[in-house]
Each structure stands twice: as structure tokens, then as C-alpha cells.
């Protein structure tokens, strides 16, 4: 079975490897804010997603540098994505998105920009400066779905019905942006029927990318505390193995597939523990995936 991995999509647009610098622009979310809830999703950190975010004390450009930095051993005359990470990044006045986004377009080092947001928190004149800005380097739009089934989404208080994602990614790629979905995968009390309905309906729904998140049990999270009360337990590894195997098998062969499982702060991380060996995990899903091939 052939997937598209995000590491091939890079060389094939511009060229080369791209090293993804994450940043925290100083936002909240309408989940955190009192607009929806003020505790987020019942999985989110107290860093809005983005545990591994520079600094929202410094400028886009201080946070720029230092992440070039971090993999200056690495790379020479790198090119960079500026990845708005933290939080809901589309959850301002426009005109301070604007200077955010056009901050990191103007280093000449980075050659796209990807923003991290709720399909809720997309009005029109958003979406029309992301076009505008689209125009004169990638933006990439990232949607957090995690799921389609409704019971799930109002057991971890995501806020929005699957109808507001609909929407969202019909006026996103009406106006030329790439998409690119969250879905976590191992939520509680779903079966693994409905995780590979969730990957199937993101598939079929038009968009670019996929990024397909084991979940993290975290600590300071809400999730946690029904974890550590013996609600429900994690994903083994094998089981999560096989079950990514199937969902590639379920999307388009030109999907870009950007994510197979994702970092958990291991400083936080409570399960499953199997996750921090990410080598030993990244290595067994290619030969679940080469196997499901023959």
C-alpha cells in the first residue's frame, strides 16, 4: 500500500527538506475564553496544543530564530514553515492576524505558512486574507476535527457540530487554500469502526491533508483525571499499529499523509507510555503499512 507522506510532498514542492517551526502567537480559544467553556477540550494542555511552541513572550520573529536554531546542526540554507500552532490561531481582529502572519511571511526562509484553528472561528473576512496571503506564499489552513460522531465531540466539548466543518472546508477551498484535518485516534468509547468512519469521511470530504493523531493522556489535562479514575484505557501499541494501516487504506493515494501518530510532552505524557519511543513506533507502521501493501 503507497501513502503520501508529508516528508515526499516537501521535496516535491519546493525541493528540499522543510524543517516546521512552531509558534505561539499569543491566542486564546472560544473553548477557553468563556465564549464556548473555559476549560478547552477535554484533551487539550495547558499550552493550547502547542507543548512544543517558542515563547509567546517573543516576536514572530524572535520565535523565527530560535527555532532555526534548534536545527542549526541539521540543516544549512534551510527553508522553514511557519506553523501558528498554539491554540486557535484564526481567533483575533483581522488586522492582528495580519501583522502575525505577514511577520513570518516576510522571512525569506520560510516558504509557507500553516495556521492552526477551529472550523468555527473562520468568519469570511478571515478566509479572505488567508487568501490574499495565499497568493504570495502557501498557507496551509488546520482544522481540528478529531472526530465525526457526536456523542465524542460533546464528550471532549469540542463546541461545534460536524455541519460547521462542512462549511468551513467548502469556503476554505472555494477560495484556493490547502486544508489539512486533525483526527485523534483512541478517543474514549469509540470503536475502532467509528475511528475508520472518522478517517473515511475526511477523505471523501475534499481536503488536502490528514494528520492522524494517536490521543495523549496528559497531565493538567480533564482527560486525565478520567484516565487516572480507570474510565477508559489507552491504545496499545500493536492495536494502534494496525488500525493506522487500515485508515491509509481508507484515503485517497494523493492525500497528503502528514502525521501517523504525533509527539506527546514526555515530561507530561501519562499514556500511553509506548508513544515517547517514537522511532520504534514510526518504524513499526511502515512495515504494518508495506505489509497491508502485498
Known amino acids: 500500500m503507497e501513502y503520501y507522506s508529508?516528508?515526499?510532498?516537501?521535496?516535491?514542492?519546493?525541493?528540499?527538506?522543510?524543517?516546521?517551526?512552531?509558534?505561539?502567537?499569543?491566542?486564546?480559544?472560544?473553548?477557553?475564553?468563556?465564549?464556548?467553556?473555559?476549560?478547552?477540550?477535554?484533551f487539550c494542555s495547558g499550552d493550547g496544543s502547542g507543548d512544543f511552541a517558542q515563547s509567546r513572550e517573543l516576536s514572530v520573529t524572535a520565535q523565527l530564530a530560535r527555532g532555526k536554531e534548534k536545527v542549526a546542526k541539521k540543516i544549512h540554507n534551510g527553508k522553514y514553515i511557519a506553523y501558528f500552532q498554539a491554540f486557535t490561531n484564526t481567533y483575533a481582529p483581522v488586522e492582528r492576524l495580519r501583522a502575525l502572519y505577514e511577520e513570518a511571511m516576510s522571512d525569506p526562509e520560510v516558504v509557507a505558512v500553516s495556521v492552526a484553528t477551529r472550523p468555527d472561528c473562520l468568519p469570511n473576512e478571515v478566509i479572505a486574507l488567508l487568501e490574499e496571503l495565499n497568493k504570495r506564499k502557501p498557507v496551509w489552513v488546520e482544522l481540528g476535527l478529531q472526530t465525526i460522531h457526536e456523542k465524542t465531540a460533546a464528550y471532549i466539548r469540542r463546541?461545534?457540530?460536524?455541519?460547521?466543518?462542512d462549511e468551513a472546508v467548502r469556503k476554505l477551498k472555494e477560495n484556493g487554500l490547502q486544508v489539512i484535518?486533525?483526527?485523534?485516534?483512541?478517543?474514549?468509547?469509540?470503536?475502532?469502526?467509528?475511528?475508520?468512519?472518522?478517517?473515511?469521511?475526511?477523505?471523501?470530504?475534499?481536503?488536502d491533508g490528514v494528520k492522524l493523531q494517536l490521543l495523549h493522556v496528559l497531565r493538567g489535562t480533564d482527560i486525565a483525571r478520567e484516565y487516572l479514575a480507570g474510565k477508559f484505557q489507552t491504545m496499545e501499541m500493536e492495536e494502534y499499529v494496525n488500525l493506522i494501516a487500515k485508515c491509509i487504506a481508507l484515503l485517497p493515494p494523493d492525500m497528503v499523509i502528514h502525521r501517523m501518530t504525533g509527539d506527546g510532552d514526555k515530561a507530561k505524557l501519562i499514556?500511553?507510555?509506548?508513544?515517547?519511543?517514537?522511532?520504534?513506533?514510526?518504524?513499526?507502521l511502515k512495515k504494518a503499512i508495506a505489509e497491508k501493501k502485498r
Not at 509558534?23 to 486564546?28: E, N, P, R, S, V
Not at 463546541?159 to 466543518?165: C, Q
Open 6 to 42: 508529508f516528508n515526499q510532498y516537501l521535496k516535491d514542492t519546493f525541493g528540499q527538506k522543510v524543517y516546521k517551526i512552531a509558534l505561539d502567537g499569543g491566542f486564546t480559544c472560544p473553548n477557553r475564553d468563556g465564549t464556548l467553556g473555559t476549560g478547552g477540550c477535554i
Open 159 to 165: 463546541g461545534y457540530p460536524l455541519s460547521v466543518y
Open 181 to 207: 484535518v486533525h483526527v485523534i485516534l483512541g478517543l474514549p468509547y469509540e470503536t475502532t469502526e467509528e475511528m475508520k468512519a472518522t478517517v473515511s469521511y475526511v477523505g471523501k470530504s475534499g481536503v
Open 271 to 284: 499514556a500511553p507510555k509506548w508513544s515517547a519511543d517514537k522511532k520504534r513506533v514510526l518504524n513499526a
